[in-house]
């Protein structure tokens, strides 16, 4: 059974401005591609997604398109960079609009986000890549999705410093390691959920 996978890019950077964060999240889903799960990459910032709480912010508003695309998939995966050692805020702002899925449910009373498999990839110069995953995860959690072991990824420079993950060159026994064992638990926890998923509320 192959699932499908959406990673949300959270740079502030409009494409095709190259970006560390969506690099890291798109090695998340060539790793997942070995569990049977495909998928896409989105960058947040291309789509006009507006600030809000509702799914759909009206005029425009990118996200209900998103949106479609997270319900349709089986896990989620968060890709952002570190700013002041806080997830970037287009991440915050995905996590803003997840809020309103605490309002929707089904025929029996579950989120519809249950069932759906979460993880994070960040990347930054800084310290504070535990704090983000943490962040980021306990947001996708509370709205819902399902937090495998060992769910985050993530490369961080050296403090103060000026090297790009995307500069930096492959880490297979560090961040690729880790990356592969977030695929691995992700895609075993989501092929697991689509089989037999959580009861009625």
């Known amino acids: 059974m192959t699932l499908q996978a959406l990673v949300l890019g959270?740079?502030?950077?409009?494409?095709?401005?190259?970006?560390?964060?969506?690099?890291?999240?798109?090695?998340?889903?060539?790793?997942?591609?070995?569990?049977?799960?495909?998928?896409?990459?989105?960058?947040?910032?291309?789509?006009n997604v507006k600030f809000g709480v509702s799914i759909d912010e009206g005029d425009g508003d990118g996200w209900p398109e998103i949106r479609a695309k997270i319900l349709a998939a089986?896990?989620?995966?968060?890709?952002?960079?570190?700013?002041?050692?806080?997830?970037s805020s287009v991440c915050k702002m995905v996590l803003e609009r997840l809020?309103?899925?605490?309002?929707?449910?089904?025929?029996?009373?579950?989120?519809?986000?249950?069932?759906?498999?979460?993880?994070?990839?960040?990347?930054?110069n800084e310290d504070g890549a535990h704090h983000v995953v943490a962040e980021v995860l306990q947001g996708l959690n509370d709205t819902g999705f399902t937090i495998a072991a060992n769910s985050g990824t993530y490369w961080v420079g050296?403090?103060?410093?000026?090297?790009?993950?995307?500069?930096?060159?492959?880490?297979?026994?560090?961040?690729?390691?880790?990356?592969?064992?977030?695929?691995?638990?992700?895609?075993?926890?989501?092929?697991?959920?689509?089989?037999s998923p959580y009861p009625a509320s």
Request: aromatic share 2%; glycine share 8%; net charge negative.
């Open 74 to 87: 089986q896990l989620l995966v968060i890709a952002t960079p570190i700013w002041m050692g806080q997830p």
């Open 158 to 195: 050296e403090a103060m410093g000026s090297v790009d993950y995307q500069d930096a060159g492959p880490k297979p026994d560090t961040t690729g390691s880790a990356t592969k064992t977030l695929a691995a638990n992700a895609a075993h926890l989501a092929h697991l959920l689509a089989k």
């Open 99 to 124: 809020d309103a899925e605490l309002s929707e449910t089904d025929d029996e009373g579950r989120l519809l986000t249950f069932g759906k498999v979460a993880a994070v990839a960040v990347v930054g």
């Open 10 to 47: 959270c740079s502030l950077k409009p494409s095709p401005a190259p970006s560390s964060s969506e690099l890291l999240g798109r090695e998340v889903l060539t790793a997942l591609a070995d569990h049977d799960v495909t998928g896409e990459v989105i960058r947040v910032v291309d789509r």
